[in-house]
Every structure is written in structure tokens, then in C-alpha cells.
């Protein structure tokens, strides 16, 4: 039951059938470079709805938004997934700490790039132990 126009002021049910075909959300296939293409099917999620007796069906293809940011700027929160960076570029003692600290768990994790000799600490860190 879904109101017809509320700006009208026409408050009556509406009954009604959508119907979706196969090519209303497409199949994406993403290349990811080294780690190989993968394909991202559409969803299928069934639900009953408690005012009627109804079966509802949303149809959706889970892409996520995702953006980078710099290690500075990520002090201070916590993510699920993150691909981290720990190559030749890393500048500053203590630097990828933070940056794997940031991660919930290992299973959200992915390193890019590892040079071990850019893996440093503050000189009064090591003191201090």
C-alpha cells in the first residue's frame, strides 16, 4: 500500500506489480590488475512485509564507494578493509604503524608494497621499551 500523491492530497491505496528483467542491474566486471578481473552479480533479497501479506524482492549490485586518504589523516579512526601502502615512499618513523593500527582485523588488510628497511620507529619509542 503506497500512498498515490501526497502533494495532490490524494491519500488512497495503490496496488501495483513492478516488474524486473535481467538487464535492469548488470553484471560488472572489474580488473584489478595483479589480483585478476572479478565479476559482481546483481543480489537477490526476499523479505515478507508485515502490513500485508506480501513478498517484497530488491534486486542490487553491492559496489562500495571507497577513497584514499594519506596515513595523517586516518589517525584517530578505525576501518573494516584497507589496502595499505609500505613501499619506498614511506617517510616518517612510525609511519606504518598507524597506518596497519587502523584495521580491525587481519582479514580487512591488504599490503600493496613492503620494504622492510622503511619500517622504523622513533628513536624515543625503542628508548623507552
Do not use: W
Not at 41 to 66: D, G
Amino acid at each position: 500500500m503506497v500512498p498515490l500523491d501526497i502533494l495532490q492530497k490524494s491519500y488512497g491505496p495503490a496496488f501495483g506489480r513492478a516488474q524486473m528483467y535481467d538487464t535492469d542491474i548488470p553484471t560488472v566486471r572489474i580488473d584489478f590488475g595483479k589480483d585478476g578481473a572479478h565479476l559482481f552479480n546483481p543480489r537477490l533479497c526476499s523479505f515478507l512485509q508485515n502490513i500485508v501479506t506480501a513478498l517484497a524482492e530488491r534486486r542490487m549490485l553491492q559496489l562500495y564507494y571507497v577513497g584514499r586518504c594519506t596515513v595523517h589523516k586516518m589517525q584517530g579512526s578505525t576501518v573494516d578493509h584497507a589496502v595499505v601502502y609500505l613501499g619506498s615512499k614511506l617517510f616518517a618513523a612510525g609511519q606504518a604503524y598507524v597506518a596497519l593500527s587502523r584495521v580491525k582485523s587481519l582479514e580487512g588488510l591488504l599490503i600493496e608494497e613492503l620494504d622492510c628497511s622503511k619500517l622504523t620507529a622513533n628513536d624515543l619509542a625503542t628508548m623507552m621499551r
